[in-house]
């Protein structure tokens, strides 16, 4: 299912290969995410042509809405979205954590309030993989207990506790109802910002024993340098030949730091959430188009990418139509962003291969600098 | 610029040909509206993908919204928005009419305030002839006072002296200022409800000589009757040599009324306003996706339909995007309303051909009947 093609002489970084359902995927690699389906403002041809082999959506919306009963109907995720490339799913448990009112951490699961219209819900590691059975997710994540960085080292330890039986619920019942050919499944590392707390939650979800695992409960608030820190301790620890998944990452600067920690998957909604604002990316930075400087701005949003957008339409339009409040706009910046991620992670790739990541990072990160 | 291929046999209805700067348009032609440049949610490529070879624009909402110094330094309208077909821009009469507040009608122009931010304006026929040259349009409307149906036969007269004199300062700064091979000047028919005042306001326009002639003033509250009954006495009257054009209309089955009355272009922001709500045509009426029966419904939006989105995307998760509020669901219906318009106008120009334009129109408004 994994294979590694190259490992960087400079540090953990790897580039490989994923075999899954719906094709295979290179890595390292930056899923793009669609929450309820769609990455927002895009059309499934859109994403395909750019290259992209998998993205991200989410049980629990879907879960909330449209619900299971019109996936299963509809004949699940990709069929519903159009979608043929590889879906991941997360669980939920990111989700409850940051948007749901009134949560409960059960012992068998979890309940909360829907944050659309307030109804009550129950979610257990089991019901979680059945969710994303009736999705048709090619890689799912098990229920995990997300926990803020701002909690005491002993509720850090019983949410450790929860998220690991819960994992052990999970890959059971993963194991018995699914067809494992079809449908890959992850386990998440949790732990806070403790480093033996991430030590001893590694053990015990990589002797369960996943398809791949994944760093969850980082990036939910901390500070960039104990992210840095947790994270580079936790990466390596991870088994060698399975992928490794960083949830929630992140920043073009982000995918850096996370390759070379020896992380092969990132997603983050960032890129299209900062896109519908009016700011893209460009290789000097973050730029807002709404700033006043750009009004007669005849240049693409980044005069070095060839994406079709840039080779289509200028700055001071693209500020028109977000001053305009034209859906357009939130469509050309939401294409550009997700377009530049990959190409990112494209060229990062074949760094590792060419055995210059270290070259590469400087050189980005030279000129990469966010508008104040 | 102007030539009639085929009179239909059973109607005032003709198919012609309208040779502009930015290529040749077959008529009778529905034409998509762009307000601040790009037809709300496309790309221009979409437009054209479509065979779609004109659309229309707003003076007023571009003389506002970017401004006229962004409009020249960014090359013109087709240039700034990428669309390189033709595009025909109203005058700002209309919108004058219907979206400024504290607007005073003076003896050389119309003072104003911006619906955006309050500020004052003044147009006169003349600046807004300069302004649709800075914009670029193939086709530029002279500025005319439109009126409300509910005013008194006095207001009414009124209203079309000033139109007719405006009509001929207009056309009088144009042949000044304008290369008259780029750029064409069509006049409008004011008049309100009264025929006598139609027909009036038609032999000034027409005295003054135009490129093409507009009925302006329709379609703003009358009833369906006095609609048709004005549009079928004035079209008539208007030169047979020339393009008519019938502003702000329609509906699909509108589109028949005006082509039997022997109108050649169209233009109306309905198709893809009630697209963004969720309404779309279909051969069987106006559907609105966010109405329960269509949670599970696996058909396209029109079944009959051969549209890029009819041929990927099911009622049921179109009815999700909307639900969750996804950009892509106005997108689809948006691009769907577009082309069902486009493809109406094409089978009603080969019906002229055919001779068959009743039969076409009858088996037409059998099924299209809207929901109810």
Known sequence: MFIIEKKDSSSHGRAGKLSLYHGEVLTPV??????????????????????IKIMLSNSYHLYLRPGMDVMEKLGGLHNFTGFDGNILTDSGGFQIFSLSSLTKIKKDGIEFRSHIDGSKHFLSPENVVSVQKSIGSDIMMVLDQCTSPDISYNDAVKALETTTRWAAKSREFYKQTIDTEKQKQFGIIQGNIFKDLRKKSTEEIVSIGFDGYA???????????????ILSYTAPLLPEDKPRYLMGVGTPEDLFTGVESGIDMFDCVFPTRIARNGTVFTNHGRINLKNEKFKYDNLPLDPECDCYMCKNFSRSYIRHLFKAKEISGARITSYHNVYYMKKIMDRIR?????????????????TYKDEN
């Open 350 to 366: 074949l760094s590792i291969f060419n055995n210059d990541f270290q070259y590469l990072k400087k050189d980005f990160l030279k």
């Open 215 to 229: 760093i969850g409960g980082l990036s939910v608030g901390e500070t960039k340098d104990v992210f840095k820190d």
């Open 30 to 51: 930056f899923m793009p995410v669609g929450t309820n389906g769609p990455v927002k403002s895009f059309l499934p041809y859109e994403i395909k042509e750019m290259g």
